[in-house]
């Protein structure tokens, strides 16, 4: 059974520019979260999405920050203008069911804002 | 807003010895999660404890649930150093991690 993707795995940018991560969960898998996770520490939960609806994205930072998931498959998290305080490894996770349970991630995205 | 707190944060230990990580928190949750990190790579689950008094084991670790105390821990046996990772904790609720434990095994 294919993991869960995610692309690009590295990307550098300078800051005010914008950037794209692309992640496709585990086939049948409903539930799609994007974490951050800053370098020595815990992954921090951005957006949840159940299907093609978000359940949680409290603490997505919604002036920069957008994500989206079409079809309820693949989804895209984007952020424009990026701050150096962006620099994360940005980590995409799925899970089967409805709702929270074990999270399956994929290898990550690591963005370097200049 | 349900805060998850592990402790230690940073462990070194022999090989051989035992030692125990916890992961505290804040609001009721009836199934917690373990997770490794290897440095440099993406998070693996360990153990999903399903309800109050769920232990599980593999290998050298052992988890398990006390929803009460709102306490699980993550104990270490005769550790190795193939142990060496960051373990971190997430609580049922909404998928919140803990700051985690970065275990060093040395020889």
């Known amino acids: 059974e294919a993991g869960v993707a995610q692309s690009p795995r590295y990307k550098i940018i300078e800051k005010r520019q914008s950037v794209a991560f692309w992640c496709n969960p585990i086939s049948g898998h409903a539930t799609l979260y994007w974490y951050q996770q800053i370098l020595g520490q815990g992954p921090k939960l951005l957006i949840q999405?159940?299907?093609?609806?978000?359940?949680?994205d409290s603490q997505l930072p919604k002036d920069r920050f957008s994500a989206e998931r079409l079809k309820g498959v693949d989804s895209t998290l984007k952020i424009q203008p990026a701050k150096l305080e962006d620099s994360a490894v940005y980590l995409c996770?799925?899970?089967?069911?409805?709702?929270?349970?074990?999270?399956?991630f994929g290898e990550g995205s690591r963005l370097t804002v200049l | 807003e349900l805060k998850v707190e592990q402790n230690p944060l940073f462990l070194s230990m022999q090989e051989g010895k035992n030692y125990t990580i916890y992961c505290n928190y804040s609001t009721t949750s009836d199934r917690l999660y373990w997770y490794r990190q290897d440095p440099g790579k993406s998070l693996e689950s360990l153990f999903v404890l399903l309800s109050n008094g769920a232990v599980k084991q593999e290998g050298r670790l052992m988890a398990s649930l006390d929803t009460k105390a709102r306490l699980s821990t993550l104990h270490i046996t005769a550790a190795v150093h193939d142990l060496s990772a960051t373990y971190f904790c997430a609580v049922n609720n909404d998928m919140r991690f803990g700051a985690g434990t970065r275990l060093t095994v040395k020889p």
């Open positions: 999405f159940q299907n093609n609806g978000v359940v949680d």
């Open positions: 996770a799925s899970s089967p069911g409805a709702g929270p349970g074990e999270l399956f």
